[in-house]
């Protein structure tokens, strides 16, 4: 079955660079969220979409933003990153309205700022 | 307020031993989703089970077993005949009827020792 993509698996960005980090739902999922997760840390949410449209919003710093694209994927766009936001990037989809509500995970974008 | 708690921060069990992994929760709404991921060194998040709130009947599935209590707001884990290949972090998480993000806890890791 298909899962979750997210591109690139591993990034190394250099402090105050950009980085923007891509996930792709699974098919007919409409409903996409981003979390990030610190070394040793547990995931944390930063922000949702459903049909394209913020539907949750967490602990996103305001350097990063994010959008819903009308073929359901969703990009998270960092800028003048910090030491600090080295950290696994977790997308995670899931069918609104669904009967069982699981949020399906992708394998994570592992960032690095140096 | 939602919030998860998995007091045990590391476990170290010897191969086929049995272990317990505790997950405590936080919530004032009346309907709300439990879930268990496991985290393997590979770094994605794999899902194992959801619990809804008003379905109390604990679970098994091969040699994962569930116990859920909402007297005791818990939500507990065990894995019976541990392998080598249980180590993981496991984290335990919840999400409520009126939001979208996942709670999680601070997940707990699991080294099984040949």
């Known amino acids: 079955a298909a899962g979750v993509i997210q591109s690139p698996r591993h990034l190394i960005k250099e402090k105050r660079e950009t980085a923007t980090l891509k996930c792709y739902p699974i098919p007919r999922h409409d409903t996409v969220y981003w979390y990030q997760q610190g070394p040793g840390q547990d995931p944390q949410f930063l922000i949702s979409?459903?049909?394209?449209?913020?539907?949750d919003k967490g602990s996103i710093p305001d350097r990063f933003s994010a959008q819903q694209f009308s073929d359901y994927h969703s990009e998270l766009n960092m800028s003048s990153l910090e030491l600090g936001d080295s950290a696994l990037y977790f997308c995670?989809?899931?069918?609104?309205?669904?009967?069982?509500?699981?949020?399906?995970f992708g394998p994570g974008t592992r960032l690095t700022v140096t | 307020a939602q919030k998860v708690t998995q007091a045990q921060t590391e476990i170290s069990v010897v191969e086929k031993e049995d272990v317990t992994l505790d997950c405590v929760y936080e919530?004032?709404?009346?309907?709300?989703?439990l879930f268990w991921y496991k985290q393997p060194p590979s770094g994605e998040l794999v899902f194992l089970i959801r619990?809804?709130?008003?379905?109390?009947q604990n679970e098994i599935s091969g040699r994962y077993s569930w116990n859920f209590q909402k007297s005791t707001s818990s939500f507990n884990f065990t894995i019976t005949a541990s392998q080598v290949v249980d180590s993981a972090v496991y984290f335990c998480a919840l999400r409520s009827n009126t939001g979208n993000q996942f709670y999680f806890g601070t997940g707990t890791s699991l080294t099984v020792i040949p």
């Open positions: 995670a989809s899931s069918l609104s309205g669904g009967l069982t509500y699981e949020q399906y």
């Open positions: 979409f459903y049909e394209k449209m913020q539907s």
């Open positions: 619990r809804n709130s008003f379905d109390e």
């Open positions: 919530t004032r709404d009346t309907t709300y989703y």
